[in-house]
């Protein structure tokens, strides 16, 4: 099974709508990220956590609200939805002390 | 705002030959990441080099970085046609916040 799981895969929405995307981990890393991928643009990163307890900023977090329910879980919400926010999301986790971060097999995001 | 650049954007080259990718960034780094990201999937990380660190090996992968300039190359040798993917270098300012990322180089290896 995967270290790293995101639900849906693809998602079609509407402008406005509220999307939910949700990131699972079974290696019990502590960090967890929450990145965005637009073509030739690279990762931004939107919103990253720590601990529980912990939640922070990234470069792009307007638009985007985050919660982390439990130590392996961590999701992200548009709370209303725009056709520029159309792109692949990645969540990813990495275990503190170490560097290499460990990426879930993304969402494909469209809004309408 | 993106830390690393990776140059060329695009590189189309015959299995069998030597790939070269190279990373610029910005600001002074802890450490130096690169990752492989095969179309539409998620990344997965191949190499760290450290600040200290002037090159390293990982199969047939070869890192250098040159902290004065503030680049490193990444070398693949031997190409095969299952190393057709995009390449992103990351940076890691401090090991305790966050990657920056670039936009890519984006490796097709004909058969």
């Known amino acids: 099974d995967a270290d790293v799981t995101q639900t849906p895969r693809n998602r079609i929405t509407k402008t406005g709508k509220r999307i939910m995307l949700e990131c699972s981990q079974t290696?019990?890393?502590?960090?967890m990220y929450w990145y965005r991928q637009d073509p030739g643009l690279g990762l931004r990163l939107i919103y990253y956590?720590?601990?529980?307890?912990?939640?922070n900023k990234g470069e792009i977090s307007d638009g985007y609200s985050v919660s982390r329910q439990a130590q392996a879980k961590f999701s992200l919400s548009l709370e209303s939805a725009i056709p520029n926010q159309t792109a692949l999301y990645f969540c990813?986790?990495?275990?503190?002390?170490?560097?290499?971060?460990?990426f879930g097999p993304g969402t494909r995001l469209t809004v309408l | 705002s993106q830390q690393g650049e990776e140059d060329p954007q695009a590189l189309s080259i015959q299995e069998g030959e030597n790939a070269t990718m190279n990373c610029s960034y910005k600001?002074?780094?802890?450490?130096l990441q690169w990752y492989r990201q095969n179309s539409g999937r998620g990344l997965v990380h191949l190499i760290l080099?450290?600040?200290n660190e002037r090159e390293k090996h990982s199969g047939r992968l070869r890192v250098t970085l040159d902290t004065s300039k503030k680049s490193s190359s990444l070398l693949i040798t031997a190409s095969r046609a299952a190393d057709t993917a995009s390449y992103f270098c990351?940076?890691?300012?401090?090991?305790?916040?966050?990657?920056?990322w670039g936009a890519g180089t984006k490796l097709i290896i004909k058969p």
């Open positions: 600001t002074s780094i802890n450490n």
């Open positions: 080099i450290r600040s």
């Open positions: 956590s720590f601990d529980v307890k912990d939640i």
């Open positions: 290696k019990g890393h502590d960090r």
């Open positions: 990813a986790i990495r275990d503190r002390g170490y560097n290499e971060q460990f």
């Open positions: 990351a940076t890691d300012p401090d090991s305790n916040y966050q990657l920056i």
